[in-house]
């Protein structure tokens, strides 16, 4: 039995470092992966309130461009094609980015 357990936790291990690997062949950062991982949960709840609200608080708004910012810095760190199933709702928070940086520039 102990054999087995200590088979498993080789196996996870080995695992763990494989994909560890593969980050670091791909050319990217394991930190900067992670990150992007985190922001692509990120990036579906902005797509989500992106579609949602067309009037939102100036305080929603300033949340808002700082979860973006986010969002795109770790885009920016990754290949494309990792992303390439995401770009429509990368596109759309992009463009609710937009639309919100230039209605507080007009309004300054």
Known sequence: MATLIYILVFVIF??????VMQIKLAGIKVKDFWSFIQANQL???LYIFAKRKNKISPQEEVIFLMEAEKVFDAFDKVPDMLWEEEYQKYREVLNK???IKMVRWVSN
């Open 97 to 99: 980015y937009k639309d």
């Open 14 to 19: 080995a695992l763990i470092a494989f994909s």
């Open 43 to 45: 990036l579906d709840e």
